[in-house]
């Protein structure tokens, strides 16, 4: 079953990048793995997927220990200061630092370690009272901050758009990412690319893809529907 559902997405992927004059060697699938075991993700795996997504700390790193270490983990969830320790040189990717705090203990437990984080910046576009993330404006305080890090790389900008049943009623916030994305690199700030685009989900990623996404985080439309216990 994972196995079929991971070639329907990759199919999905490939179509929408052709009808679209996209470079499909630019779009990364994200397999979300939260709160999937082991011998499922071992099943994408085997497929040849080598990016998965967890959103808990303590998940993410008995995964990296169990798991071939050519995996790449993407950190996805709400990040506590206090747990950005366990992460250093096991998380690939930490898509969702949402504030200069944040930023600032970053800093701090990979210069301890002599290690470099790569992470996105994350966008609550459309501004949901329910969601973590900067505003569009509000990134552009930290900007000048993040240009002095030594061991914090901005790599880009992520976004979890609202739920929706018309995927299509997203569009408008991936287009405000990605011109966000623009207007920053416009400012030419040292130490901040624009390169990465994460935003698009199970019910939006064709959407998104549409829209400039580089990767996509996708989880039911590959693992079915998480069971929360
Ligand atoms: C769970 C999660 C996803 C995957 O969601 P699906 O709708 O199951 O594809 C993507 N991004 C983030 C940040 C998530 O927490």
């Known amino acids: 079953m994972i196995t079929?559902?991971?070639?329907?997405?990759k199919d999905k992927i490939k179509k929408t990048c052709e009808t679209n004059n996209i470079?499909?060697?630019?779009?990364?699938?994200?397999?979300?793995?939260?709160?999937?075991?082991?011998?499922?993700?071992?099943?994408?795996y085997d497929f040849g997927e080598r990016d998965f997504g967890e959103n808990k700390v303590q998940d993410m790193v008995d995964k990296y220990e169990h798991l071939p270490k050519d995996i790449k983990w993407h950190f996805i969830g709400h990040?506590?200061?206090?747990?950005?320790?366990?992460?250093?040189?096991?998380?690939?990717l930490i898509h969702s630092v949402d504030s200069?705090?944040?930023?600032?203990?970053?800093?701090?437990?990979?210069?301890?370690?002599?290690?470099?984080?790569?992470?996105?910046?994350?966008?609550?576009?459309?501004?949901?009272?329910?969601?973590?993330?900067?505003?569009?404006?509000?990134?552009?305080?930290d900007l000048e901050y993040i240009s002095t890090l030594e061991?914090?790389?901005v790599k880009g900008l992520m976004t979890v758009a609202p739920y929706t049943e018309n995927p299509n009623e997203n569009a408008k916030y991936f287009?405000?990412?990605?011109?966000?994305?623009?207007?920053?690199?416009?400012?030419?700030?040292?130490?901040?690319?624009?390169?990465?685009?994460?935003m698009g989900m199970t019910g939006d990623y064709e959407v998104a893809i549409k829209e400039g996404a580089t990767h996509v985080r996708v989880?039911?439309?590959?693992?079915?529907e998480r069971n929360y216990k």
């Open 151 to 153: 061991n914090v790389k």
């Open 175 to 198: 287009k405000k990412l990605r011109e966000l994305s623009v207007d920053i690199m416009d400012k030419k700030y040292d130490n901040i690319s624009m390169e990465f685009l994460s």
């Open 23 to 44: 470079d499909s060697e630019k779009v990364r699938l994200i397999c979300v793995s939260k709160t999937k075991p082991e011998n499922e993700i071992m099943e994408c």
């Open 79 to 92: 990040l506590q200061r206090n747990k950005v320790k366990y992460l250093v040189g096991k998380a690939y």
């Open 100 to 141: 200069r705090r944040l930023l600032e203990q970053i800093e701090k437990d990979y210069k301890k370690e002599g290690l470099t984080a790569n992470v996105l910046l994350e966008i609550n576009v459309a501004e949901e009272e329910s969601k973590f993330g900067y505003t569009t404006k509000s990134v552009m305080d």
């Open 4 to 9: 079929e559902n991971l070639k329907n997405v």
């Open 219 to 224: 989880g039911t439309g590959i693992f079915g």
